[in-house]
C-alpha cells in the first residue's frame, strides 16, 4: 500500500472536488472565491470545475451565513467560507441564533445541511482580529457541531462527513496547517464526526489535544520519550459531539491527563473536558488535569510577542513532568 | 398570479382578515388569563398587509415573518390548531411546544419561521432566493420586517444581495409606527422607508398598509417581477399597530387618542365597506363569516387545551438529526 502524501489544502480541494461531483446541492459561498480560488488558494480549480457553484459574495457577513442557511432550508446543501475564523463575530446571529436552533425551536420540522467554514489560528503575524481559535464559543452554543481536524487525512474525511451530515457543522481549519502535508487516501474516505483518535499510544499520560496543539503534542511526545515518558495522544477532531468513550478508556490506563489547545485558557475547551474528567473519572486519576493554552490576551503582532503568548510543545513536556511527577 | 382580484377572492380576502382579527383578539384574551406563557406580541390592525402580500402567493413560495407574525402564518395557510397549541405550550403545537409565539414555522407551507431576532429574516430570506434561482424554480420569497428592523445592518446588507444577485425576493416592510417604544419618525432618517430602495438600485414602493386592495396590488406585481426573473422589490406598507408592543405593554409613548384616531382607520371597516359598495358583501355575510370564524377559533381552543403537554425529556429532543 503505498502512502500518497498531500497538503491540507490539497485534501481540502479532493473532498470538495468528490463532493460536488456527487451532489449538485452543494454549492459554496464566501468572499473572494472565484478569482484566486479562495483566499488561500483553497478551493483552486473548483471555480473551473464547477461553474456557477462557487459564488462570490459582497463582504456582507451575516448575509452569507443567512444566504447557506435560507438555501440548506430550502433543498440545498450549502459551504459557507467565512474567510476568517475571526469574522464569524459579524453573523453571530445568524451561527449561533438561527442556524443552531431553527430545527430545535421548530420542533425537528426540518434539516440544516450546512458546513460553515471557518480558517482560524495564529503563528502568521496575522495580529489580533486574523488570527483567532474561538471554537469554545460554538461548543457552548446547542445545535452546533464542532469540527477541529490537524491532519490531511482527518481535514478530507471530516469534511466529507461534515458536508454529507444532515446538521449543521462548523469546521475550523488552521491556516498555518493548509500546506502541512501527510497521508491522504484517495478516493471515499470518511472520518465520521464525533469520533477521536488515538494518534499515539502511551501508557503514562494522555494528551488531548486537536487542531495545532496535535502537532505540538506529537513533537512533545517525540521528546517525552526520550525522558521516558510514553504520551497516548487523542487527536479528539471533534469538539461536539464529543467521544469522551475514547478519552476514558485512555485515562483509566494513564490515570493522567493534559489538555492542548492553542486557544487562550480561560473558558476555553480544555476547561470543559477537564471539568468531565474530574466530575467522571476522578478515582482513576492521579493528578490533576492541566491544561496548556495561549495565555489570555488578544493575539499580538510582533513575531517575539506572538511566539510568547502561544503555547509551544515545551509547555507540553512541562506540564506532561508535572502530571507524571517527573 | 394577476393582479386582478376576483369577486370570490375578495370575499376569500375579507374572511382572511377576520381570521387574523379573531385569532390575535382571542391570543390577547388567552394571555390575559394566563393560558398562554411568555409574551405575545400582536397584529391587530395591520392585518391587510398580511393578508394582502400572502394573497399574491402560491403555497410553494417562501416567507420569513417576524416576532409579530401570527397574522402571516394564517394567511400562509397555517393551522390554527397547531398554532394556539403552539402559543399554549403543548406538544401538539407547530414546534411540539419547543417556540411558542415567535417561533412558528410550517416549511410544507414554505413559512421558514417567525423570529425572535429583530432583522433575522432578511440573511434567511437571501438563502431562499439564492436557492431559488440555483435550483432554477419560478417559486418568490417574502421577508416581512417591521420599519425597526429596516436600521438593522441584515436589512442593508440583503437588499444589495438581493440586487446584485436579482434575487426573486419581496421585501415587505410593515412601517407601524413604533419599534417597541420607539417612534419611526424618530429612529429612521427618510420618512418612508422604501425611499432606502434607491441605494440598492431597485424598486421601492410605499403604500397605504391598512388598504387591502392597494396592498394586493403592490404585492402582486412585485410578485410577478420576482417570478419573471426581473429581481426584488421593497414594498412599505404603512399601517399601525394598536396594541402594545408587547401584550402588558404600558405603552407611555403613546396616547391614547392617537390609537383611537388610528381605530377610524381600521383595514377590516375599509375592505368591508369596499365590498358592501361593490354589492360583494351584505351584512349577513358579514355576520355569517364571523361566526365561522369564530367556531374554528373555539375548536383551535378546544385542540390546545384538550392537548397534552409535552414530557419534560422531549427537551432533550430535535436537537440534532444524527445526534
Known amino acids: 500500500m503505498t502512502e500518497r502524501m498531500i497538503s491540507c489544502s490539497a485534501a481540502i480541494c479532493e473532498a470538495l472536488t468528490e463532493e460536488m461531483a456527487r451532489d449538485e446541492a452543494i454549492f459554496i459561498i464566501g468572499e473572494d472565491l472565484v478569482a484566486h480560488g479562495g483566499i488561500f488558494g483553497q478551493f483552486r480549480g473548483l471555480p473551473e470545475r464547477f461553474p456557477g457553484r462557487l459564488i462570490d459574495s459582497p463582504i456582507s457577513e451575516a448575509c452569507i451565513v443567512g444566504a447557506g442557511l435560507g438555501a440548506a432550508l430550502t433543498g440545498m446543501r450549502p459551504l459557507v467560507d467565512m474567510h476568517f475564523a475571526d469574522f464569524v463575530t459579524c453573523a453571530m446571529d445568524e451561527i449561533v441564533n438561527q442556524t443552531a436552533k431553527i430545527r430545535y425551536m421548530f420542533g425537528g420540522q426540518v434539516k440544516v445541511p450546512l458546513v460553515i467554514w471557518a480558517p482560524d489560528g495564529a503563528g502568521l503575524s496575522a495580529a489580533a482580529h486574523h488570527s483567532q481559535s474561538l471554537e469554545s464559543w460554538f461548543v457552548h452554543a446547542p445545535g452546533l457541531k464542532v469540527v477541529v481536524p490537524s491532519e490531511p487525512a482527518d481535514v478530507k474525511g471530516l469534511l466529507k462527513a461534515a458536508i454529507r451530515d444532515d446538521d449543521p457543522v462548523i469546521f475550523f481549519q488552521h491556516k498555518k496547517l493548509f500546506a502541512r502535508e501527510g497521508p491522504v487516501p484517495e478516493g471515499e474516505h470518511i472520518v465520521p464526526l464525533g469520533k477521536a483518535a488515538v494518534k499515539r499510544l502511551g501508557g503514562n499520560v494522555t494528551i488531548l489535544t486537536y487542531g495545532s496543539g496535535f502537532y505540538m503534542s506529537m513533537e512533545a511526545a517525540n521528546e517525552l520519550a526520550g525522558m521516558g515518558i510514553e504520551a497516548e495522544v487523542i487527536d479528539l477532531r471533534t469538539l461536539k459531539p464529543l467521544d469522551f468513550g475514547t478519552i476514558a478508556d485512555s485515562i483509566k490506563k494513564t490515570n493522567r491527563a493534559v489538555v492542548v489547545h492553542e486557544a487562550c485558557l480561560s473558558g476555553g475547551f480544555g476547561a470543559e473536558v477537564s471539568a468531565r474528567i474530574n466530575s467522571e473519572l476522578f478515582d482513576y486519576l492521579d493528578a490533576p488535569v492541566l491544561r496548556v493554552a495561549a495565555k489570555d490576551v488578544p493575539m499580538p503582532f510582533s513575531p517575539r510577542l506572538e511566539n510568547f503568548v502561544l503555547p509551544k510543545a515545551e509547555d507540553v513536556i512541562k506540564a506532561v513532568r508535572a502530571v507524571t511527577y517527573r | ?323
Not at chain 2, 411546544?97 to 414555522?105: L, P, T, Y
Not at chain 2, 417591521?146 to 410593515?174: Q, Y
Not at chain 2, 363569516?289 to 403537554?309: G, N
Request: glycine share 10%.
Open chain 2, 1 to 323: 398570479m394577476k393582479s386582478s382580484v376576483s369577486t370570490r377572492e375578495m370575499r376569500r380576502l375579507y374572511r382572511t382578515m377576520v381570521t387574523i382579527r379573531g385569532f390575535e383578539t382571542l391570543a390577547g384574551e388567552l394571555f390575559a388569563a394566563g393560558k398562554i406563557p411568555g409574551f405575545i406580541h400582536l397584529s391587530i390592525g395591520q392585518e391587510a398587509s398580511a393578508a394582502g402580500v400572502c394573497s399574491a402567493l402560491r403555497q410553494d413560495d417562501y416567507i420569513a415573518t417576524t416576532h409579530r407574525g401570527h397574522g402571516h402564518v394564517i394567511a400562509k395557510g397555517g393551522d390554527l390548531k397547531k398554532m394556539i397549541a403552539e402559543l399554549m405550550g403543548r406538544k401538539t403545537g407547530y414546534c411540539k411546544g419547543k417556540g411558542g409565539s415567535m417561533h412558528i414555522a410550517d416549511f410544507s407551507l414554505g413559512i421558514l419561521g417567525a423570529n425572535g431576532v429583530v432583522g433575522g429574516g432578511f440573511p434567511i430570506i437571501i438563502g431562499a432566493g439564492l436557492s431559488i434561482k440555483l435550483r432554477r424554480t419560478d417559486q418568490v420569497a417574502v421577508c416581512f420586517f417591521g420599519d425597526g428592523a429596516s436600521n438593522r445592518g441584515t436589512f442593508h446588507e440583503a437588499m444589495n444581495m438581493a440586487s446584485i444577485w436579482k434575487l426573486p425576493i419581496l421585501f415587505v416592510c410593515e412601517n407601524n409606527c413604533y419599534a417597541s417604544t420607539t417612534p419611526t419618525t424618530y429612529a429612521c432618517s427618510v420618512n418612508n422607508i422604501a425611499t432606502r430602495a434607491a441605494g440598492y438600485n431597485i424598486p421601492g414602493v410605499t403604500v397605504d398598509g391598512n388598504d387591502l386592495l392597494a396592498v394586493r396590488e403592490a404585492a402582486g406585481k412585485a410578485v410577478d417581477r420576482a417570478r419573471r426573473g426581473e429581481g426584488p422589490t421593497l414594498l412599505e406598507n404603512k399601517t399601525y399597530r394598536r396594541r402594545g408592543h408587547f401584550e402588558g405593554d404600558p405603552q407611555k409613548y403613546r396616547t391614547q387618542a392617537e390609537v383611537a384616531e388610528w381605530e377610524k382607520n381600521d383595514p377590516l371597516l375599509r375592505f368591508a365597506s369596499v365590498l358592501k359598495k361593490k354589492k360583494l358583501l351584505t351584512g349577513e355575510m358579514e355576520k355569517e363569516i364571523r361566526e365561522q370564524v369564530d367556531c374554528e377559533l373555539k375548536e383551535a381552543v378546544a385542540f390546545a387545551e384538550q392537548s397534552e403537554w409535552p414530557n419534560p425529556e422531549e427537551a432533550l429532543e430535535d436537537m440534532f438529526i444524527n445526534p
